[in-house]
């Protein structure tokens, strides 16, 4: 096991029994292709055992002798499952992947009610946001979701094709929530990326926050150390790609810029990439090239996304500093004027000079300007950008 007890700070699973590779068990009837179906053992739920269901496979370069290939670990969103094609998407890309389904579902067509069927052996399903916070922590959902996940891991990692040093994480909206979770628990990931969730949910303004303001004091503080991202950040030891659009309706830009850099303070590499016009969706959510380039990066030696230092003012304008190496093709300085309803923010865009000498991009700040971030592509069209700053 590595990390330090001073890195696994006390949280409510037993470490010692997660990072076991789980008992598994096949469920050929849903196999299709290279993507191979089973159940593995997932955290006992009144007092009874459960299974969660999963897709995984490996790409063909796994069949090569001697050669081992990177792994990713994939955690849908709500309204989601175990989605196969997303586990083949990765395995195209030459990783071993796997989905698992967060709730006890099969991974069939929903009803009239908009549900999927459960199988015999499903835990918690999710109460909303938090609902079942009065109950014991070892029967909510974000329990047993974050479990589920690390036991992924733990199978994955056991295959004997999968270089453990080589596997990263992805997840979507409450699988990005997931992921922020997972990343300060689970330190052999060798890298994290969520897309959409994001930590600071209490200070929402939308029904996260509407949750926690609804509970009780002592329980909306509880369920804060137990379940906010925030917490487990700062014991996060990997990078981490933070992927958003500009105007989701679920996770707001100031919470998720926050949590990019409560991140950041740990690991310089980490970075954001902020998608405009980027919707709300596993679909829309796996179709960023920057997951894919950041993964690679990491893994496989690949060009790497441009790598910034955090933004600084020097009088009116803005300096961000990027590292040696990286490619420029242009730069923007994006800013809001009334950031008084954060799902609703209209970003205005600016010139920003691109000095390649000095390897910085500077751009004067509007007068008028509330809150602004400098956004950057590099020859491949890949984007990253700085950290919102406020004025």
Request: hydrophobic fraction near 40%.
């Amino acid at each position: 096991m590595s990390g330090s007890n001073e890195q696994r700070q006390p949280h409510p699973w037993n470490w010692e029994e997660l990072e076991q590779a789980p008992q598994v068990y096949p469920a050929p009837e849903f196999d299709e292709g290279n993507v191979k179906a089973i159940y593995y053992d997932g955290m006992p739920y009144g007092g009874k055992p459960t299974r969660v269901f999963a897709y995984y496979a490996l790409p063909d370069a796994a069949s090569e002798e001697g050669g081992l290939v990177p792994a990713m670990v994939l955690v849908h969103g709500g309204g989601g499952t175990a989605f196969k094609e997303w586990v083949e998407l990765w395995r195209q890309r030459g990783y071993a992947a796997i989905a698992m389904d967060l709730e006890g579902h099969l991974p069939l067509a929903k009803d009239s009610e908009g549900r999927r069927p459960q199988h015999d052996w499903s835990g918690p399903a999710r109460q909303g946001e938090f609902g079942d916070y009065a109950l014991p922590v070892e029967e909510q959902w974000m329990y047993h979701a974050v479990a589920a996940v690390i036991r992924a891991h733990s199978f994955i990692r056991s295959i004997e094709q999968v270089d453990r040093g080589r596997i990263g994480i992805n997840g979507f909206s409450w699988g990005g929530i997931v992921t922020g979770i997972v990343s300060g628990v689970d330190d052999r990931f060798m890298f994290s990326i969520p897309v959409y969730g994001c930590g600071y949910l209490y200070e929402s303004m939308n029904r996260f926050g509407e949750a926690f303001r609804r509970m009780p004091q002592e329980d909306a503080e509880r369920i804060k150390r137990l379940w906010d991202p925030s917490v487990y950040l700062p014991r996060a030891t990997k990078p981490m790609l933070w992927v958003n659009g500009d105007q989701d309706q679920h996770f707001s830009l100031d919470l998720f810029s926050r949590s990019y850099e409560k991140m950041r303070s740990r690991r310089k590499e980490s970075l954001l990439s902020i998608q405009f016009g980027l919707g709300h969706s596993h679909v829309m959510g796996w179709k960023p090239q920057e997951i894919y380039a950041f993964a690679d990066q990491m893994t496989k030696g690949a060009e790497p996304l441009i790598h910034t230092d955090d933004p600084v003012e020097e009088g009116s304008e803005t300096v961000v500093r990027y590292a040696q190496g990286s490619a420029v093709k242009k730069a923007e300085l994006r800013y809001a004027v009334d950031t008084s309803d954060w799902f609703a923010v209209q970003w205005l865009t600016a010139d920003a000079r691109i000095l390649e000498e000095a390897r910085e991009i500077r751009a004067v700040i509007p007068a008028n300007a509330k809150a602004y971030f400098i956004r950057i592509a590099d020859e491949r069209e890949y984007v990253v950008c700085s950290a919102i700053r406020y004025r």
